[in-house]
């Protein structure tokens, strides 16, 4: 007896090769790898003529927002009801910032266009629910997310680029004596800039509740 065969009598494959998860999946993994989205490249990676991207998305743009989704699908995301707000605060935080530290060629796209993915927007979903339980005001849920999305953003493409924003020789110095000493005094004190980014986010957004 003859073993089934994997493709129909037409010769295409059962199981389809192109799908918008799997092309969400391959976007993200080539903004990883490659720092860039190429179309041509991207239908390269899933074995397909570039045209055939055309009968799942309507362009570059969705693309991006596949990419997105798959982004949401790999970010671990904990129980976020711990600590009270300051503790959500920060839990949104970090998991905003360790997801978008993956990708950070993805970043200044996604910033372009509105969140639209579906399990994008049931992760801020989730992140709404969690804040107004631990006490945010409705009015400033949006903007406490908006702070906090830029605040991960910016860390992660800060985290990326360089170790310091100054560079001061010796021989300037005494030109920029405070800027110089301030210098100094992290480097003999190391401050975890993340940890008190958040700490930062966590007591003005709980400033404007109080106002």
Do not use: C
Request: proline share 6%; hydrophobic share 45%.
């Amino acid at each position: 007896m003859q073993t089934p065969s994997k493709t129909s009598q037409l010769g295409r494959p059962l199981t389809p090769r192109l799908s918008r998860k799997a092309i969400g999946r391959a976007a993200l993994a080539m903004f990883e790898e490659e720092e860039s989205l190429s179309i041509p490249r991207l239908a390269e990676r899933l074995g397909v003529r570039q045209s055939s991207f055309y009968k799942h998305v309507t362009g570059r743009q969705e693309i991006i927002e596949l990419a997105r989704g798959a982004l949401v699908e790999k970010a671990p995301l904990p129980e976020l009801n711990s600590g009270g707000l300051d503790g959500v605060i920060r839990q949104i935080f970090d998991v905003l910032r360790k997801a978008y530290s993956q990708v950070p060629a993805l970043l200044p796209l996604l910033l372009t266009q509105p969140v639209s993915h579906p399990a994008a927007l049931e992760l801020y979903d989730r992140f709404v629910e969690a804040l107004e339980l631990a006490g945010m005001p409705k009015h400033l849920v949006i903007p406490a997310l908006e702070t906090l999305d830029s605040a991960a953003i910016g860390a992660s493409l800060d985290a990326m680029t360089m170790e310091s924003a100054w560079s001061i020789e010796e021989e300037d110095q005494s030109t920029y004596p405070h800027l110089f000493a301030a210098k100094k005094a992290v480097a003999d004190h190391s401050v975890d800039r993340f940890a008190f980014l958040a700490d930062v986010l966590s007591a003005g957004l709980r400033a404007a509740i109080d106002d």
